[in-house]
Antibody
């Protein structure tokens, strides 16, 4: 069974840091791009970041709202993708989903999500 | 950024009814459009990619169409399990952008 499982969410103060993890199973992780998408009542679904394959030199792309604060990375040996989030703001609050992304760019599998709350 | 204008924002429909949801992009997105269904408390589920290609396992009553800036998702005969919120996503260029969603409820 193809599965993505996020972890690492929780409560953090504004200005703090948090690292999300997403572990994949049931498929050859190294063959897929991976994305993080977040959801909040205020903004709906919002794309956050993408990382491509080793053959693409692990190229990354970011939403402007997180550029310079968030870093997406992957460890193919652990079938995992990560999102390091620094200098967190209240508007970063939401459910964070990792998604498997085919090499033609569409999201085909979603994890269950992990909730991040930025509040003092 | 490409703006995705989805309509309607909400709708009521009857079982067996044909339902159509539309998404208009602010520029040509070359059919790089997906549709997702989300049920309360669950993560989104991908239904359609490349505007009209059905993901494996998705019922054939779902279909997608469109090109250029204009796209639609059609449910040919609404079933109870189809209630939820539907979103479109353009993945033609970064930043990837979603529509605001269409809440589909039973009449």
């Amino acid at each position: 069974e193809v599965k993505l499982e996020e972890s690492g969410g929780g409560l953090v103060q504004p200005g703090g840091s948090m690292k999300l993890s997403c572990v994949a199973s049931g498929f050859t992780f190294s063959n897929y791009w991976m994305n993080w998408v977040r959801q909040s009542p205020e903004k709906g679904l919002e794309w956050v970041a993408e990382i491509r394959l080793k053959s693409n030199n692990y190229a990354t792309h970011y939403a402007e709202s997180v550029k310079g604060r968030f870093t997406i990375s992957r460890d193919d040996s652990k079938s995992s993708v990560y999102l390091q989030m620094n200098n967190l703001r209240a508007e970063d609050t939401g459910i964070y989903y990792c998604t498997r992304t085919t090499t033609v760019g569409y999201f085909d599998v979603w994890g269950a999500g992990t909730t991040v709350t930025v509040s003092s | 950024d490409i703006k995705m204008t989805q309509s309607p924002s909400s709708m009521y429909a009857s079982l067996g009814e044909r339902v159509t949801i539309t998404c208009k992009a602010s520029q040509d997105i070359n059919s790089y459009l997906s549709w997702f269904q989300q049920k309360p408390g669950k993560s989104p589920k991908t239904l359609i990619y490349r505007a009209n290609r059905l993901v494996d396992g998705v019922p054939s009553r779902f279909s997608g169409s469109g090109s250029g800036q204009d796209y639609s998702l059609t449910i040919s005969s609404l079933e109870y399990e189809d209630m939820g919120i539907y979103y479109c996503l353009q993945y033609d260029e970064f930043p990837l952008t979603f529509g605001a969603g269409t809440k589909l409820e039973l009449k």
